[in-house]
Nanobody, 116 residues
């Protein structure tokens, strides 16, 4: 059974940091491009960051460059998103996605709320 389970979300103050994790099971994690998306209140889902299977190529949305870091541990079947200097725009449900060719799978999401 293909499964992606996000964790690490929660309430954080403006300027704070969080690290999200996404644990994968049921597929060959090391063959998949992994991505983080987010969807804020009343907004469309947007790509935050992606990392290829080897970790050799990483892309970020302009809005998070220099503040967010995506990484993966293929031995642990896990992808991470380290978020720093979070602002109110960081309030969103964060989803991880795995993609290989025409196949994609999504997690259920984890809520991040940036508020004082």
């Amino acid at each position: 059974q293909v499964q992606l389970v996000e964790s690490g979300g929660g309430l954080v103050q403006p300027g704070g940091s969080l690290r999200l994790s996404c644990a994968a099971s049921g597929f060959t994690f090391s063959s998949y491009v992994m991505s983080w998306y987010r969807q804020g209140p009343g907004k469309e889902r947007e790509l935050v960051a992606s990392i290829v299977n080897t970790g050799g190529s990483i892309n970020y949305a302009d809005s998070v460059k220099g503040r967010f870091t995506i990484s993966r541990d293929n031995a642990k079947n896990t992808v991470y998103l380290q978020m720093t200097s979070l602002g109110p725009e960081g309030t969103a449900v964060y989803y991880c996605k795995g993609t290989r060719l025409w196949v994609e799978c999504w997690g259920q999401g984890t809520q991040v709320t940036v508020s004082s």
